[in-house]
């Protein structure tokens, strides 16, 4: 089983860290990086993401429940900001409808598909 992934991400070196992460686990396929969330609005129908690497900190993001009701209610968020969601009651008030798991940055590959791997045995 493959499990289609989109990114959602404005650093650029975050993006080819993260794509090198997903590209190298063959359970993921990368369907698309999102590097703005006007992109973000006018191509995520065109997808079906099982997971979404989302950094809540790019600009436009903070307003997450607009983002959130345009994505699938079985998508797995996997929060990939520096600052943790304590730091936004209101984002993880919002997230709760959802399953998500925080994967705040720097992180290596081996945290990468840790976590990955405890998202593929919940499923």
């Keep these: 089983m493959v499990i289609n992934c989109i990114l959602i991400e404005d650093e650029p070196l ?6 090198q992460y997903v ?3 063959s359970g993921l396929k990368l369907e698309c990086v999102i590097t703005d969330m ?3 609005y006018t191509s995520i ?5 099982r997971i979404l690497f989302l950094d809540y900190c790019i600009p436009g993001a903070l307003n997450i429940k607009k983002l959130l009701v345009q994505i699938p209610k079985n998508t797995i968020i996997v929060i990939t900001s520096v ?3 304590i730091v936004f009651p209101k984002i993880e008030d919002d ?3 959802f399953k998500y798991v925080e994967l705040n940055k720097p992180f290596s590959a081996e945290t990468f598909n840790n976590c990955i791997d405890r998202i ?3 499923l």
């Excluded at 975050?14 to 794509?19: D, F, L, V, Y």
């Design 83 to 85: 600052l943790p969601l």
């Design 14 to 19: 975050a993006i080819r860290q993260i794509s």
């Design 95 to 97: 997230l709760s409808k």
């Design 45 to 49: 129908s065109d997808f079906q993401p």
């Design 120 to 122: 593929i045995d919940a």
């Design 38 to 40: 006007d992109e973000f």
């Design 23 to 25: 590209n190298g686990n």
